[in-house]
């Protein structure tokens, strides 16, 4: 069946400007999760959700950084006034259901701040 | 705090030669441990994982790590790499739902 998906794969903006990156979980899996990995390093969580709730933003960076899940489904990550630290992978990942169970990851969107 | 360390940055191999990769983790309590490769433009793929009982746990791809609670450690093990076994490796650890990760071991396998 058809694994995570996210769009786009590669991004390239300018420092200020706003994007959006969309994660499509598998189906029927109600845990959704954001990473980030720096070049060199190993991914760091963002945020988690059960369903349509942020469930845990603890990883969240700075207010510039937002997500929503409206529908339980698919997952919009929104970073405003990017800066070129920002730059990264942003990888998206999905389980059944959350606590002990495996996550199943995206290719990733790899975003350039310039 | 809770973290995993990969000791080792890169690691080179021949192909047919067997393959280790150390993995240390952190934590107040034993957590759910897993083993992850990352290939150029794909996603992470789980190798395998550990939540309890047998302390040898075997993967797909021919991989295998074990256990070890008297060394905090979750050692990547395969007998004989194939070039196809090039890739970016990370190991994690978890206590919920949220993985905390290593930094990643590259492996680069010589014909």
């Known amino acids: 069946g058809a694994g995570v998906s996210q769009t786009p794969s590669n991004k390239v903006t300018e420092k200020g400007k706003y994007v959006e990156l969309r994660c499509d979980p598998i189906?029927?899996?109600?845990?959704l999760y954001w990473y980030r990995q720096s070049l060199g390093q190993g991914p760091e969580f963002l945020i988690y959700f059960q369903g349509t709730g942020a469930a845990d933003d603890s990883g969240l960076p700075n207010d510039r950084f937002f997500a929503v899940r409206p529908e339980g489904s698919v997952s919009t990550l929104k970073i405003q006034r990017t800066e070129r630290g920002d730059s990264a992978v942003y990888l998206c990942a999905s389980s059944l259901r959350g606590v002990s169970e495996t996550q199943y990851f995206g290719p990733g969107t790899r975003l350039l701040v310039l | 705090a809770q973290s995993v360390t990969q000791p080792d940055i890169h690691i080179t191999v021949s192909e047919g030669a067997s393959l280790e990769l150390r993995c240390n983790y952190s934590?107040?309590?034993?957590?759910?441990l897993f083993w992850y490769v990352q290939s150029p433009g794909q996603g992470l793929q789980l190798l395998l994982k550990y939540f309890s009982g047998d302390t040898l746990v075997q993967g797909i791809k021919g991989f295998e790590a074990e256990f070890k609670r008297s060394q905090s450690s979750f050692n990547l093990r395969k007998p004989s790499v194939h070039w196809s076994d090039a890739a970016e490796y990370f190991c994690a650890a978890s206590n919920d739902y949220k993985l905390s990760f290593g930094a990643g071991t590259t492996v680069t396998v010589r014909a």
């Open positions: 934590y107040g309590a034993t957590p759910y």
């Open positions: 189906s029927g899996h109600t845990a």
